[in-house]
């Protein structure tokens, strides 16, 4: 069977006429070691050294040569919208108080996974609710290893001086 065993962020490399595409919803997109199929129906391993989020454009680098590029495969979701930026704020601060992932669009809107609770409530807080099939890319927490190539890196030793070791107790 194929392995993916490297990731290639897109831009950074050019796809030829033979690299075939697998389109992948978010759950096959967020995965470090999982069996998959390309567009042709045909098997490859994901086996990266750590978890990552593909996204669309990224290649997968094959072992023993070829390469795969992702394709976001459109799945429900829906983008909600406030009547103000402030009331937007108001309704991600919901979202996120329930640890929901999250995409921020261009427009300003929030896009979640389709969820009739969640849409009411959002709903219910006076947002615009579009429901429809489309990708899904929730962003990456501040901290977040799985977002290796798409964002910041803070990937160097440093002494915050917290004392880790010992628990204080009052006397």
Request: proline residues 5%; negative net charge; glycine residues 12%.
């Amino acid at each position: 069977m194929r392995r993916a065993i490297n990731l290639h962020i897109a831009g950074t490399w050019e796809a030829d006429a033979g690299t075939v595409s697998a389109t992948l919803d978010l759950d096959q997109r967020n995965r470090r070691r999982i069996k998959l199929q390309d567009d042709q129906s045909q098997p490859f391993l994901l086996d990266l050294p750590k978890a990552v989020t593909l996204r669309q454009g990224d290649g997968l680098e094959l072992q023993g040569g070829g390469m795969i590029r992702i394709v976001e495969a459109p799945e429900p979701v829906a983008d909600a919208l406030g009547g103000s930026p402030a009331a937007t704020a108001r309704l991600a601060w919901h979202l996120g108080n329930r640890h929901l992932p999250v995409q921020i669009l261009g427009d300003g809107s929030i896009r979640f996974r389709a969820d009739a609770v969640i849409e009411a409530m959002v709903e219910g807080l006076g947002a615009a609710v579009k429901r429809h099939n489309a990708p899904f890319t929730p962003e990456a927490g501040a901290y977040d290893a799985a977002s290796i190539g798409h964002g910041h890196h803070h990937d160097h030793d440093h002494d915050h001086d917290h004392d880790h070791g010992s628990i204080r107790t009052g006397s």
